[in-house]
């Protein structure tokens, strides 16, 4: 296999979700698991003993170290999903995108589900990971976040999350994904780079414009909320940044350097 899905990435990946669902979610499991948590457990214990989360009144609660750690990895799910999920649906015979259509008001969500499974669209996520020196199985766990593979909450998601079954769906994904090679052939990832790039440069315009009136609205209107559950750190949110920090993408071979740090710093 080209791609394999080594084990302190897999590791990374899940003690992820968990610091997400701790920090965020202000969820503080029981340091005596019970049930199906117990596969949690190895995790963290890992996360305690690497400082990113303590142990207080007989429950896992975050730490400073791992809100930054997360705040890390929020940036990096940001970058993705403004600058790569939008090359999971492109038609390689016309050029167009899926992602042209995103804000069609015509679509209801599920008629924009169905949209993006139409037979017309390759997922090239891979291929242009490949090609901008990534990590493929990074950039597919995200599109797994995207898509709520990993929801808390759902029936046996203990098991599901630190299982082998949906690891080894994302190693066969990358391996079976349209390859960069194969699309290298006649020089039509570059263009195709260039091309999805331009497209959702143009969508980050157009959704800053529409928002900026709206969050000038928001400030003036916005009331503080008493939090019922006590908060060990600040809630991670995602970045926002001026139009100017994604310029550089329009050079089919940038690559940001937040994606040179690690999914966590072990």
Known sequence: ???????????????????????????????????????????????????????????????????????????????YLRMFDIFCAVDLESGNFAFEEINNPSFSDDQWIDFLSNERWTDVRVAVADFKGLNPIEIVFMSFLTEGRFEVGAPRWQYNLTGEEVWREIEEICNTAVSREYLEQDGVLEDVIRQGSQIALDLIREADEINAPQEEYIEETEEVIEEVTEEYVEVVEAPVYGYSYWEPYYDPFYVSPIWLVPVLLW
């Open 1 to 79: 296999m080209k791609y394999t899905l080594l084990e302190r990435d897999k590791v990374s990946y899940i003690c992820v979700v968990l610091l997400n669902e701790i920090i965020n979610n202000q969820a503080y499991p029981p340091v005596a698991l019970t049930g199906e948590d117990v596969f949690l457990d190895h995790y963290l214990k890992l996360l305690h003993s690497k400082g990113m989360l303590d142990i207080n009144n007989g429950a896992y609660v975050p730490t400073q170290a791992g809100r930054a750690e997360l705040e890390n990895f929020y940036a990096k799910y940001t970058e």
